[in-house]
């Protein structure tokens, strides 16, 4: 990749969130405009720090539940797509195989 060209930023929680948890942790993908395909894949723990007391600290309970709900509705999502996928790929099995 180079200049100019656009970048895309997905990214997915690989797990979901517990009151205890002291980070999160993601998985992104880099998507370059110009060349249309994914240019990275980043795996990422980002760790939840309290500045004002300078150390390691643990999600509010607001963010636990908002981002249980983010997980949730990804996983949704994915089963619905892949479900999508699969039905995709078996009509163009059975194209592929009345033509043979």
Do not use: N
């Amino acid at each position: 990749m180079k200049y100019p060209d656009r970048v895309y930023v997905l990214y997915r929680l690989t797990e979901p969130p517990t009151p205890e948890s002291t980070s999160l942790r993601m998985e992104s993908w880099i998507l370059s405009d110009q060349h249309h395909r994914i240019a990275a894949k980043v795996i990422d723990e980002t760790a939840i720090y309290d500045y004002a007391a300078a150390k390691v600290s643990v999600l509010r309970p607001f963010m636990v539940d908002k981002l249980r709900r983010t997980f949730a509705m990804q996983e949704e999502a994915r089963g619905k797509y892949a479900e999508e996928a699969r039905k995709a790929i078996e009509a163009v099995e059975e194209l592929e195989s009345r033509r043979g």
